[in-house]
């Protein structure tokens, strides 16, 4: 069992810079795969990114790409999404996700992930 709680959110302006962390408990951090995703307003929860239980390896998606970064600090126990040149699109509840399986891939799908933190507000303004 691990629990998760994000931090960092906000309201900002467009092409401002945010940094969400997500802290987790627990001595086994390392050994999750670790993802960002988010919820708009009448929108199911999509990925927005992913990063291995090293952090070697890292995904986004194509509406982020470039413009957030997904890095993790295994000796903190957490992750971060550094969002830079934010859009009113942007605009969503962030939530981080631990994946326990280790698994080969990174998932990229929230039924991959067992564990959920409670979501930061990110809202950005025109």
């Known amino acids: 069992q691990v629990q998760l709680v994000e931090s960092g959110g906000g309201l900002v302006q467009a092409e401002d810079s945010l940094r969400l962390s997500c802290a987790a408990s627990?001595?086994?951090?390392?050994?999750?795969?670790m993802g960002w995703f988010r919820q708009a307003p009448g929108k199911e929860r999509e990925f927005v990114a992913a990063?291995?239980?090293?952090?070697?390896?890292?995904y986004y998606a194509d509406s982020v790409k470039g413009r957030f970064t997904i890095s993790r600090d295994n000796a903190k126990n957490t992750v971060y999404l550094q969002m830079n040149s934010l859009k009113p699109e942007d605009t969503a509840v962030y939530y981080c996700?631990?994946?326990?399986?280790?698994?080969?891939?990174?998932?990229?799908?929230?039924?991959?992930?067992?564990?959920w933190g409670q979501g930061t507000q990110v809202t950005v303004s025109s």
């Open positions: 990063i291995s239980r090293s952090g070697d390896s890292t």
């Open positions: 996700a631990a994946d326990p399986s280790l698994r080969s891939s990174v998932p990229r799908n929230l039924w991959n992930y067992d564990y």
């Open positions: 627990g001595r086994t951090f390392s050994r999750y795969a």
